[in-house]
């Protein structure tokens, strides 16, 4: 089993998030060390134009710092510490070890000179590990923040390496309730803390995205009661981690990732397809998609989720697929794999499709 909450980055098979990369773009800091592996296996994909590499480790998340340069991030397997995996042009070139996270769950690149990764910690519940990547995909710095009682860190977004917007969940013991909590990190603290929920149970972050001061947070709550048993659309929109907007949307569904391309249009994934939000309402729904995680540039996005029972990429012009979707058979059916946009091609990272064995990723690029 993962070693960290899965739960907390997707709570059903509804929620399942899928995250896609295009190849493009503190309290006390620890110490990180880094080293270079080979990749356990490359390859090239038989499905369309896709590019497949066996990367080692079991790999949650990716983000591009330019056009062939990402990073990938998670854990090394079994007891391993959280790694930092360096791909150029989707092959891996270089591992780099935080020894103080359990794992390492999302990322953000703003830019080609560096990322910020978050992960939970190897011991304790409250601290938590926020790593700074440097251009070439080494660990400049590792950071230890502490959280309130309850709250588990799910999504991060940054405009740059000193303004990042942080989603996560915050869980009451005394009632199980969940609600959303949302901060804003400047690269040496975290602030502006927010919690904002319906009252209900299971909240499921779907995503943050951020474009300047504006970010959109999207999600879900399920409500077990009688009266419901259904899910409920949640957006937030928040300037400097301070609440400016939120919306419950009564419709069934829930969202599974948010791409933003000006301060007030974004491009969202949900159970029930595409939406367009204009300032944080839906203006627009296009069933016709893959429903899991979504990169944008521009008005041309990338998605990717599933499609006939398998891992599948389609392309989004303005808020609607331009094509059918790519279906990858090196990928789990299940796979849900994470992405990240730069320029007009993607990187992203899944479990790849093997036969027993410890979970390994697979980057898949077009």
């Not at 942080?166 to 927010?194: C, F, M, P, Q």
């Not at 149970?201 to 009266?227: D, E, F, I, K, R």
């Not at 949900?270 to 899991?292: K, M, P």
């Amino acid at each position: 089993m993962k070693k960290v909450i899965r739960w907390a980055v997707a709570v059903s098979a509804l929620a399942a998030a899928v995250m896609l990369v295009t190849g493009g773009p503190a309290g006390a800091a620890s110490t990180a060390s880094t080293g270079s592996s080979a990749p356990v296996a490359a390859r090239a994909a038989a499905a369309g134009a896709l590019g497949n590499y066996r990367i080692s480790g079991d790999e949650d998340a990716i983000g591009c710092l330019t056009a062939h340069r990402c990073v990938a991030v998670g854990y090394g397997g079994g007891k391993a510490p959280g790694q930092v995996v360096t791909v150029v042009a989707g092959k891996q070139v270089r591992v780099a070890v935080a020894r103080t996270a359990s794992n390492l769950v999302a990322v953000s690149c703003p830019n080609r000179f560096g990322c910020w990764a978050i992960g939970p910690p190897r011991t304790g519940r409250r601290s938590w590990v926020l790593v700074k990547i440097g251009p070439t995909g080494s660990i400049a710095e590792v950071t230890s923040v502490r959280l309130p009682v309850g709250v588990t860190l799910t999504s991060i977004s940054c405009t740059s390496r000193t303004a990042c917007e942080v989603l996560g969940i915050t869980s009451e013991a005394a009632t199980g309730w969940d609600n959303w909590y949302l901060a804003a990190w400047n690269g040496s603290k975290l602030s502006h803390r927010t919690v904002v929920g319906t009252g209900e149970y299971l909240a499921q972050p779907g995503g943050v995205s951020c474009w300047q001061a504006t970010c959109v947070a999207v999600g879900a709550w399920y409500c077990p009661g009688s009266a419901c048993y259904e899910w409920t659309y949640g957006i937030m929109t928040t300037n400097g981690g301070k609440l400016e907007k939120a919306a419950f949307l009564s419709t069934a569904g829930t969202f599974s990732g948010v791409s933003c391309v000006s301060a007030s249009t974004c491009y969202a994934t949900t159970s029930n397809g595409i939406v367009t939000l204009d300032d944080g309402t839906v203006t627009a729904t296009e069933s016709e998609a893959v429903s899991g995680s979504i990169e944008c540039d521009g008005t041309t996005c990338w998605d990717a989720g599933m499609a006939n029972g398998a891992a599948a990429f389609v392309m989004i012009t303005n808020g609607a697929p331009t094509g059918t979707p790519v279906p990858d058979p090196a990928l789990t059916a299940a796979s849900f794999p994470s992405i990240a946009r730069r320029g007009s091609g993607f990187a992203a990272v899944g479990e790849a499709a093997v036969d027993g064995g410890p979970r390994v990723s697979e980057v898949v690029t077009n």
